[in-house]
C-alpha cells in the first residue's frame, strides 16, 4: 500500500499542517512518514541528534517529507522560511516515541506523577512563547519534549511549527495564543 498516492490534495488548499484540522491529508502523510523511520533506526538516531535545522536538512528522510508533500501539491517552496519549517517538523517528529492523547501545551501544562507543579515550568514556556525564530523554537522544543518524555500529538506538533511566526506579524491564529491557553487550562497555577 503506497499511503504516498492515495491521499490527494482537494479542498484542503496549498498549505500543509493547518491548525484545527487534525483530519487534514498533511497529516497523514506525516504520520506515514514518521511510521517509517521506525523500519530505519539509523536514519531516526541521526534525526534525534541533530541539533540545528541543517543537520536535519542534511538527512534523506527530510527530503522524502519534503517530496511527498511537493508530490501530493503542497506549496512547500525552497525558500528558507519554510524549508526551515519542514526540517523543524522532521527533526522533533524523529523525537517522538509514541503519540499523545493531548495536544503539546496541553501535556506541558499537565502536572508531574504526584506533584503539583507543571510539566514544563512556566519560565521554559515563556521562553518558547517569546521566540520569534525557528532555529531557536527547534532547539526549545526538542528540551520540552525530553521532559514530555518524547511523546506528543504528531499533528498539533506539526501545525505549532508550521504556523509559528514572528510576534510583530499579529495573526488572529498565532499558534502562541494557542499554546498558552491550553497550557494555563491544564497547569496548577496557583493565584
Not at 491564529?173 to 491557553?181: E, Q
Request: aromatic content about 8%; glycine content about 6%.
Amino acid at each position: 500500500m503506497n499511503l504516498h498516492k492515495e491521499i490527494a490534495v482537494t479542498d484542503w488548499g496549498e498549505y500543509p499542517f493547518p491548525q484545527g484540522k487534525p483530519d487534514h491529508p498533511s497529516f497523514g502523510l506525516l504520520i506515514a512518514w514518521w511510521r517509517r523511520l521506525e523500519d530505519d533506526k539509523g536514519e531516526r538516531a541521526f534525526l534525534r541528534r541533530a541539533g540545528t535545522l541543517t543537520e536535519v536538512m542534511l538527512s534523506p528522510s527530510f527530503v522524502d517529507l519534503l517530496r511527498t508533500l511537493r508530490n501530493q501539491g503542497y506549496a512547500v517552496s525552497n525558500h528558507n522560511h519554510p524549508l526551515s519549517r519542514i526540517a523543524a517538523i522532521a527533526g522533533l517528529s524523529a523525537r517522538i516515541k509514541a503519540p499523545a492523547d493531548a495536544g503539546l501545551a496541553t501535556r506541558m501544562g499537565t502536572p508531574k506523577a504526584a506533584g503539583s507543579t507543571p510539566t514544563v515550568s512556566q519560565l521554559r514556556l515563556r521562553r518558547i512563547l517569546a521566540c520569534d525564530d525557528i532555529e531557536e523554537l527547534y532547539t526549545l522544543l526538542r528540551r520540552a519534549l525530553a521532559v514530555l518524555d518524547d511523546k506528543a500529538d504528531l499533528a498539533d506538533l506539526a501545525a505549532t511549527v508550521w504556523n509559528w511566526s514572528p510576534l510583530d506579524d499579529k495573526r488572529p491564529y498565532d499558534p502562541r495564543r494557542r499554546l498558552a491557553y491550553d497550557y494555563y487550562a491544564a497547569a496548577p497555577i496557583k493565584s
